[in-house]
């Protein structure tokens, strides 16, 4: 593609690669969908004098931020069930409630509220694990977000599948659906091991080799699992998935809370993604993933905000925060997890985990322009110091400005482009009154 590119000229650059670097006086150029150079302002106002100029005087430019665990739909169900034990709001709550309402309607709904909330914080790509995965990866494609769509796959029927075999059908279906989508990349997401067998299992390791695909699941996320894995299979979660084959870097291990320290150096070296929600995870009181061990290990470790229904928001932002705090807090140390690190694992780390990290998750020439911009002149960001430590400890998602993916704007001066968020609200109070009335939960009914 020939022509003048859009220069985008913030007040502060954070590339993210090189590693560390706060650049002033900076321009990034953008044609079609791709990054096609990084330089000096000057240089590139008269290189292309002819360009158009997106003028981002009180901002700062970094890649888009990816989110590397939802469940998109489960928007819908946000505060429906809180302050539980993990297995009573799975058995007693949301899965009841998914059985009565869960459809296309409804995955359609949540997904674009999903999406809306997570584009409005500078999210440009999430990984994606619920039922009606062909519905999710529409709304993903229509909205013009970047998404990797997992197809889950249970032993237990559900309104999208008969058992595990009918899950990795229509997964690998939903694959040569969407192969060649520029957008949309399909993984397999086996719930979790506990609810999938040998069988099952060894088939989604089979596919995932001959076709690359990743596998999206959680893993050790209480310690009911643990020993649950000694009572059905008379082995560890670990071990077990080893034995199948599974362990591998196309595993994106989500929340490993229950980690012990003999496991990390196997865990660096297969390659295994670790996918870290510590809001959830502290919600729930599942445990805590040992982050900073992880990395010291050699393990890549990227950041997902999981379902809104246990979250209970979709502000990777604020996951972020979080994950660094708690880092600190569960080492004893504050020099573990610092500001920039904890924006790699929403960036680099995830490109890393797709396998995506020549495409994306950094600001660089010949990469895609997936970009968000944030504000910096708002109180809480005032005096600014250290950009990156703002970002982390102090910028809210609210100060997100401008997001593009692919080099198309959807969101600009904190307005959306493309999407009617005014019909989107609408629908998910239809959603609520109508689940209310299904199950008896009225608005603010203690739990």
Known sequence: MTGQPDLILPRLLVPVRPARQVLENMAVAVRGADIVAVLPRKAALARWPGARRIALDEHMLLPGLINMHTHSPMTLLRGYADDLDLQVWLNDFIWPAEKAFMGPDFVKTGTELAIAEMLRGGTTCFSEMYFFPEIIAAAAREAGMRAWVGAPVIMFPTAWANG????????????????????????????????????????????????????????????????????????????????????????????????ADADLPGLAEAGVNVIH???????????????????????????????????????????????????????????????????????????????????????????????????????????????????????????????????????ADGEFLHMDTTTLIEQAHAWQKRISAGTGVAAGQAR
């Open 164 to 259: 595990c075999d009918e899950c990795i059908d229509k997964g690998l279906s939903l694959g040569e659906r969407w192969r060649d989508d520029p957008l949309i990349t399909t993984a397999l997401a086996p719930h979790t091991p506990y609810s999938v067998d040998d069988a099952a299992l060894r088939r989604v390791a089979m596919a995932s080799e001959e076709n690359g695909m990743r596998i999206h699941m959680h893993v050790l996320e209480t310690a009911w699992e643990t020993g649950e894995s000694q009572r059905q299979h008379g082995k560890a979660t670990l071990q077990r998935l080893a034995d199948l084959g599974l362990l591998n870097e196309r595993l994106l291990a989500v929340h490993m809370t229950q980690l």
């Open 277 to 411: 929600c510590p809001e959830s995870n502290l919600k729930l009181a599942s445990g805590m993933c040992p982050v900073a061990d992880l990395m010291d290990a050699g393990v890549n470790v990227a950041l997902g905000t999981d379902g809104a229904a246990s979250n209970n928001d979709l502000d990777l932002l604020a996951e972020a925060r979080t994950a660094a705090l708690l880092a600190k807090g569960v080492a004893a140390d504050p020099c573990v997890l610092d500001a920039f690190q904890a924006l790699e694992m929403m960036t680099m780390n995830a490109a890393a985990a797709l396998g995506q990290a020549d495409r994306i998750g950094s600001v660089e020439a010949g990469k895609l322009a997936d970009l968000c911009a944030i504000r910096l002149d708002a109180l809480s960001t005032t005096p600014v110091y250290d950009p990156v430590s703002h970002l982390i400890y102090a910028a809210s998602s609210r100060q997100v400005s401008h997001v593009w993916v692919g080099g198309r704007a959807l969101l």
